[in-house]
């Protein structure tokens, strides 16, 4: 994974106006920590940190991160943003080691059709959007690509159907479900109400067949036995 080289001015004040002030002027108030470093408080230009955040890698883009004089390997870890604007109000950089094992967030994302899950007007649920995965910061992957286009109504795929990529993996459990494939509620009460419209004419043919014999039969048959009697008499 390439590096994105970010800058970041040491020696900003804290407290809730000094960050409404960087804010003004376009910069996002930041901490760096790890690796022996307690916490450092800097700031880092707005368009900058949208900038290297927006690639494939997102969150787990690995950072050269210049602290004044300092360079650090860093990753930007947690981000807090605007409860209505989602505009990024801190942001939390670890330092990290290239060698050494680090966990992660990954976006699980879907590819394929699953074609006879729409034949049979089913859904596919996407159940689980992230996986965490320990990798060394290098390996970690930009997402994680289910295929899903053999699934059919009924099945799902598990974390244990994926295949991680090498020096990937997960503590997740295998059971848990990301992709299920299911009926609509709609192709139920379809079914159900074409099986009631079944029943229904199941009972009304039953209810117009004849019952016992018919009268006429009966009659026919009376006669027949008074004509008997009359010839033997």
């Known amino acids: 994974m390439a590096e994105f ?3 970041a001015k040491p020696g900003r004040a804290t407290g809730s106006s000094e960050s409404r002030r960087l804010r003004a002027a376009g910069r ?5 920590y790890g690796h022996g470093i307690d916490g450092i408080s800097v700031s880092v230009d707005g368009r900058d940190l949208r900038h290297a955040l927006s690639g494939n890698a997102g969150l787990n883009q690995l ?3 210049q602290v004044g004089s300092d360079t650090h390997l860093a990753m930007a870890r947690s981000l807090q943003r605007h409860p209505v604007r ?6 939390d950089f670890q330092v990290v080691r290239r060698d050494e094992i680090i966990s992660a ?11 006879a899950v729409e034949q049979e007007n089913g859904i596919v649920e996407h159940l689980l959007t992230s996986l965490t995965v320990n ?3 290098g390996l970690i ?8 286009s053999g699934l059919t109504v009924g099945e799902g795929i598990r974390v244990g159907d994926l295949r991680l990529p090498d020096g990937v993996t997960t503590d997740v459990s295998p059971d848990d479900v990301i992709v299920m494939a299911s009926v609509t509620r709609a192709a139920v009460e379809e079914e159900e109400a074409a099986e009631e419209g079944a029943e229904a004419e199941a009972a009304e043919g039953e209810a117009a067949a004849p019952q016992g014999g018919s009268p006429a039969g009966q ?3 009376a006669d027949a036995a008074e004509t008997s009697g009359s010839e033997e008499g």
């Open 5 to 7: 080289t970010l800058i």
């Open 28 to 32: 996002i108030p930041a901490v760096v």
């Open 63 to 65: 950072l050269s991160l």
């Open 86 to 91: 989602h505009t990024v109000l801190h942001v």
């Open 105 to 115: 967030d990954v976006p699980v994302v879907i590819s394929g059709e699953a074609k």
């Open 135 to 137: 990798a060394t910061p």
């Open 141 to 148: 992957p930009g997402n994680i690509e289910v295929d899903i």
């Open 219 to 221: 009659a026919s048959g």
